[in-house]
């Protein structure tokens, strides 16, 4: 590269503080510049998730509750779930997750077995039918999502996931009645 000059950093004149950085851009405005970037992407990417799963929620003739409670099944198939526990995970009240439970049950999509150390209460079970349903609908997509990322670089990947977590803590710390946190001030030109 000999049509690059190269000065020493000692000798390079000093940049103007107020002056945007050329290279890395350090400066308040050019980090909040890239932070709007990334979190303009990311509802990108939410808006396109939630019409997915939208599209799937149709293809299946289910409300997002019974998807949901279907997901959670098949998260581990093995695991015994009482009624309980899906109301705490959807934040429903026990009947909303009764009739839940009652037309995923009447679809064919789950059963109801008893406890066999409690036979007051049940534990809920997905259908085949319902494993090999989701995975059918949702087998393109997770296919698709796997190539996006199967080739990231290690340290790629490691920065993703750090990022992803640090939403889902921003996000998941958010209460109706919590005040907003201020931002960082940012110099305008």
Same mark, same amino acid.
Request: hydrophobic share 40%.
């Given at each position: 590269m000999a049509d690059v000059d190269?000065?020493?950093?000692?000798?390079?004149?000093s940049p103007d503080p107020g002056a945007p950085t050329y290279?890395?851009?350090d400066e308040a405005a050019d980090r909040q510049a890239r932070g709007k970037a990334v979190l303009e992407a990311l509802r990108?990417?939410?808006?396109?998730?939630?019409?997915?799963r939208r599209r799937t929620r149709d293809s299946m003739a289910m409300g997002e509750n019974e998807l949901l409670v279907l997901r959670y099944l098949l998260r581990d198939p093995s695991r015994r779930v009482r009624p309980g526990q899906l109301t705490k995970y959807?934040?429903?009240?026990? $009947?909303?997750?009764? +009739?839940?439970l009652d !037309?995923?049950?009447r679809s064919g999509h789950l059963t109801r077995a008893?406890?066999?150390?409690?036979?007051?209460s049940i534990f809920i079970q997905v259908t085949p039918r319902a494993h090999a349903e989701v995975r059918q609908t949702l087998g393109n997509m997770h296919d698709r999502m796997l190539?996006?990322?199967?080739?990231?670089?290690?340290?790629?990947? $490691?920065?993703?996931? +750090?990022?992803?977590? !640090?939403m889902s803590d921003a996000v998941d710390?958010?209460?109706?009645?919590t005040p907003a946190v201020d931002t960082p001030a940012v110099d305008s030109p």
């Amino acid at each position: 590269m000999a049509d690059v000059d190269v000065v020493p950093r000692a000798l390079a004149p000093s940049p103007d503080p107020g002056a945007p950085t050329y290279w890395y851009g350090d400066e308040a405005a050019d980090r909040q510049a890239r932070g709007k970037a990334v979190l303009e992407a990311l509802r990108v990417y939410r808006a396109a998730e939630v019409a997915m799963r939208r599209r799937t929620r149709d293809s299946m003739a289910m409300g997002e509750n019974e998807l949901l409670v279907l997901r959670y099944l098949l998260r581990d198939p093995s695991r015994r779930v009482r009624p309980g526990q899906l109301t705490k995970y959807l934040g429903l009240s026990t $009947a909303s997750t009764t +009739a839940i439970l009652d !037309r995923l049950e009447r679809s064919g999509h789950l059963t109801r077995a008893a406890n066999p150390d409690d036979r007051r209460s049940i534990f809920i079970q997905v259908t085949p039918r319902a494993h090999a349903e989701v995975r059918q609908t949702l087998g393109n997509m997770h296919d698709r999502m796997l190539a996006a990322v199967i080739d990231m670089p290690p340290e790629e990947s $490691a920065a993703v996931v +750090a990022f992803l977590q !640090r939403m889902s803590d921003a996000v998941d710390g958010v209460a109706v009645d919590t005040p907003a946190v201020d931002t960082p001030a940012v110099d305008s030109p």
